[in-house]
């Protein structure tokens, strides 16, 4: 076990862990910040997608010392619940179980950054690597569409 | 949906947490005589705070529905509130809904075989309309003219003659007065506003702002973590084991043994995980270890020598084949695979002296109770079932075998604990759906009609994998279904539309298959076999021929079947879980392989509650029978699933989706089952696409093994 010091949705943070743990269970388990979802473990479904320093990483895989920059998580992504990328999730009413939604959105939010007028072929490959079980994909393709609409 | 107070779970809920006083009405949801209702005080209702199956009418208006079924993405939570708040004329905007904990009290709370609403559909709207009628009596009381002139409007009772207007609030303490009417008139269903309208899914705020819903969100201050290394081989048990190195890593608070194996117990996810991995552990042999090789030799024999149990037998089936001018036969197979929800099970159990309080996601609350009370010799009504929100079912959390593990260890260690189940401990733990196989043989005579049809459907732990009074069943004079069914100690279970999600798609493939051996039009061919069912029906039969007609003509005419040049298309029409749904899937060929780019579907389940639920919930069955058809295999070597999690377990991803033409049939029936019917044709209707796109049957699940894929076209499971 070690002390890491680690910024999440702009707090100051400090946990014992040991170095090899991933960032996703120091989210959920040692900062009750439960959004970010465990799916697979090992970087294949998404679910687990936050945002390191703006990109979209999968937390599951992230060791907490390979940890350098902010992170911000589905909790952080606004003060309101109010991106862009939560307002179309809402607005086409994505969810069905939910599970995967969060690394849904945090992929969007990140590739929308990068890439704010998609088409529809890249919308579905930067969503293809998030798995939703539910079979919401095509909600999903639409919510980006909308989210990026949106200013 | 997290506790908190633990002395109050007892009470279940804390009444004033929901409620601001007013009416308060309980229903005996098992029966739909509104005369069984009952008006709580809110003192009463305070001390009866168990009293579960009620909806109130707060002073300050706000109408709280509880809604007792687990809810997995079936929408239940936004579609049971729909009902009731359409009967009882309330603001949805005011409503709002409470998932309910278990309570005998609630009537059928589980959530499985599609059957929720068309089950609850009249208690619902008695409910409504029960509270309407006294909301209505106590205002026409107060403003002293007859009830009769009074009308309601979302969350009001107006006097239209005087212009007189009062809100539910304002009303609802004198309407908890007046008495409980024996009987309530039910609205017309042109009259209904909210049923039928999309509406926005009750819950997307907390899970798009990642609030903790799930049970794997769940936690309580002290709880433990535990994970349990299973057996890796069907057929294997736990000799000893070696937990020393485990023990000794950090974070690890115990190891015991389980009935399914070693439990390990620690402060965090992360460090049982990895302790799990150091565990030694010898494994002996318990029963059958089976390979998919042996399967596949085991389905040959049951076929060609199994002992069958007779299903159904109309006619004199040995004749017609002896007579027949063409006889086609053909077998189909499909593959064990893994339910995978997306959240992997866990639950949380805190045994203590002689009670025990459980958290978190199952099918059937219930069961999961007896289940617990068997295990610890603990009376049910000393064991307390908090839902969470699940992750995905699929029929996976019907079984309770993760709530009895959670149970078992917090006994054993006695300490609150939550057990997870890795990814991999879900994929290799069992309770697939079963891998099955079948013969057809269908008879035909000079002209084409078929006048024979026989179905032998093996299975492992299948049951039976035939539904023998489903079409074709009466529309063929001499028949046969039997089945043959294989114990195997792997694990099989229900999975989404159990059996008919394998039936459907080698029964519409073998349709297709004689339809061309007929030489006649695939669409054409079922629909001259409907109407022989509807004149002239054979023995009994579960589907109603009407509604197949019905959204089979519709399809067809939607997809511009038979009409539209260079396009490529299969057809498939399904009956299950009381609802119809046909689809025409077309094909195009792309580097040599064939896409699948578009679904047409024509569902009828009856009145929709909830059309955006609704579409939802197909076009999301649609994607998972596609996926499934496509990609979906768990084969086994010595007792063991070969694959473990999502890189060796493909399921479909958002480039491989086709888009979807979904319409509804507005039968006049009440609701129907929604959450399984559309996925049991989608995969004859992709395999009929495919067919015509390149010549080649497939015979076999996943399509992606059969050679128009570049597969190797052999058996691979
Ligand atoms: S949990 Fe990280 S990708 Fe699946
Ligand atoms: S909504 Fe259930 S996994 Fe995506």
Redesign the pocket.
Known sequence: MAIFKLTVNGKQQQVDVDADTPL?WVLRDSLHLVGT?????????????IHMGGNAV????LPISAVRQPITTIEGLSANGDHPVQQAWDEVDVPQCGYCQA?QMMTAAAFLKTTPHPTDEQIASAMHGNICRCGAYHRIHEAVKVASQKK | MQTTNDTSRRDFLKWSAFTAGGLVLGFKWADAEASTATVFSSTVAEAEVAMGHYLTVGTNGIVTIFSPNPELGQNIMTSFPMIVAEELDADWKQVKVVQAPLDNRFDRQLTGGSGAVPHSWPLLRKAGATARFMLIAAAAQRWGVPAAECTAEEGFVLHKASGKKLGYGELAEDAGKVPVPATVTLKDRKDFKLIGTAVKNVANKDILTGKPLYGLDFYREGMLYAMIQRPPAFGTKVQSFDATAAKAMPGIIDVVQVKNGVAVVGKSTWQVMKAKKALKITYEKSGNIESTADHDKIFIDLLNNGKATVRRKDGDVEAAFKDAAKVVKAEYQCPFISHSPLEPMNFFAHVKEGSVELVGPCQIPGSARTAVSKLLNIPEDKITLELTRLGGGFGRRLYNDYVVEAAEVSSLIKAPVKVIWSREDDMTGGTYRPAVRYRFEAALDASGNMTGYRLRGVGINSGNPTREHNFPSGAVENLLIESVEHQSPITTGAWRAPITNFLAYAEQSFIDEVAVAAGKDPVQFRLDLFEKAKAKPVGRMDYNVNRMIEVTKKVAERSGWGTKAGVIQGFSVYFSHRSYVAQVAEAVMEKGKPVIKKVYAVADCGQIVNLGGARQQVMGAIVDGMGHALFGKLSFKDGAAEQSN?HNYRLIRMKEIPQVDLHFVDSGFDPTGLGEPALPPTGGAVANAIFKATGKRLYQQPFMDSEVFGGSGKKTF
């Open positions: 996703l979802k465990y799916g697979c473990g090992m970087a294949q479904c998404g679910a687990c997608t999968r937390s599951c895989i690394g | 999502f």
